[in-house]
């Protein structure tokens, strides 16, 4: 079966401004707006908040 758009991935880019990237899948219908995650970030050794990018 093919993939619907439903899920779409999404990159989500640290606000801190290491460059550091996840890459996740969300749901459209629940979450329209840009996701905003609080993850880990190894360059800054410390958890920040991780912004989608489109």
Excluded: C, I, W
């Excluded at 779409?8 to 459209?28: F, I």
């Amino acid at each position: 079966m093919a993939r619907t758009t439903q899920r779409p991935v999404v990159t989500l880019r640290s606000t801190a401004g290491t460059g550091v990237t996840y890459v996740t899948r969300k749901n459209r219908q629940n979450d329209p707006d840009r996701l905003v995650l609080r993850k880990y970030d190894p360059v800054v050794a410390a958890h920040v908040e991780f912004r989608e990018v489109r």
